[in-house]
């Protein structure tokens, strides 16, 4: 049961985060295949990015099609709906924190049920998580946002050093484990979002 309730909530994140590279394609003004690059990109990449480096292939995105499919689909419905998620991008933001708690749980899952230790779970959670955002922005020729302040990759970390911290608790198990960890990054996500939550900023001599 677990295993059908995290696929469904990797599949929700999935179309979220598809969602938010879609719209992104669309402020650029690029064309229908261009958007539906960067749904897929958004969509799967980060995931694509973390099975590779923890030694999980063929990654899960080629193994299982669904993952692609429903990104691609999700370009298109934005392509041709545009001004619905782009105006109601606060919505979407929501919701986004829910695919960042979950792409983040799964990574550092999958880095530990792989015999990683603490370093490894945690940057396969964070890359998981934030790694297709990272090259939808590299693709638009701008800073990656999860190093201009905003508190979206910092909310991952802290995810993954919980979800860490309580594998050493015997009373819990890796499934409560997983649903905490993710809960915790979705509550931190939100509440950034709601109280405009950002890292400080470097400044130079000479800096109002």
Same mark, same amino acid.
């Given at each position: /049961?677990?295993?059908?309730i995290?696929?469904?909530l990797?599949?929700?994140?999935?179309?979220?985060?598809?969602?938010?590279?879609? &719209?992104?394609?669309?402020? @650029?003004?690029?064309?229908?295949?261009?958007?539906?690059?960067?749904a897929?990109?958004?969509?799967?990449?980060?995931?694509? /990015?973390?099975?590779?480096?923890?030694?999980?292939t063929?990654?899960?995105?080629?193994?299982?099609?669904?993952?692609i499919?429903?990104?691609?689909? $999700?370009?298109?419905?934005? +392509? =041709?709906?545009? #001004?619905? =998620? !782009?105006?109601?991008? #606060?919505?979407?933001?929501?919701?986004d924190?829910?695919g960042? *708690?979950?792409? $983040?749980a799964?990574g550092?899952? %999958?880095?530990?049920?792989? *015999?990683?230790?603490?370093? *490894?779970?945690?940057?396969?959670?964070?890359?998981?998580?934030?790694?297709?955002g990272v @090259? #939808?922005?590299?693709f638009?020729?701008e800073?990656p946002?999860?190093? %201009?302040?905003?508190?979206?990759?910092?909310?991952?970390?802290?995810?993954?050093?919980?979800?860490?911290?309580?594998?050493? +608790?015997?009373? &819990?198990?890796?499934?409560?484990?997983? +649903?905490?960890?993710?809960?915790?990054?979705?509550i931190?996500?939100?509440y950034?979002?709601?109280?405009?939550? %950002?890292l400080?900023?470097? #400044?130079? !001599?000479g800096?109002?």
């Amino acid at each position: /049961m677990q295993e059908e309730i995290v696929y469904f909530l990797d599949l929700f994140g999935t179309v979220i985060f598809a969602i938010t590279g879609a &719209v992104k394609g669309v402020r @650029l003004r690029l064309d229908l295949f261009g958007v539906m690059v960067y749904a897929v990109t958004v969509g799967c990449a980060g995931g694509m /990015m973390r099975d590779c480096l923890i030694g999980q292939t063929p990654v899960a995105a080629f193994t299982d099609s669904s993952y692609i499919i429903v990104s691609a689909l $999700t370009g298109l419905v934005v +392509f =041709f709906s545009a #001004r619905k =998620f !782009v105006g109601r991008w #606060r919505v979407v933001l929501f919701c986004d924190a829910i695919g960042l *708690g979950v792409f $983040t749980a799964i990574g550092a899952e %999958k880095a530990a049920l792989a *015999g990683l230790g603490a370093v *490894g779970q945690l940057l396969s959670g964070l890359i998981g998580a934030v790694g297709g955002g990272v @090259l #939808r922005d590299v693709f638009s020729k701008e800073i990656p946002a999860v190093l %201009k302040s905003d508190f979206y990759a910092t909310a991952s970390i802290i995810g993954g050093l919980l979800y860490i911290i309580l594998e050493h +608790f015997p009373a &819990v198990d890796s499934s409560l484990n997983f +649903f905490i960890s993710a809960f915790s990054v979705m509550i931190i996500r939100i509440y950034a979002i709601q109280h405009n939550l %950002k890292l400080p900023v470097a #400044r130079m !001599v000479g800096d109002d």
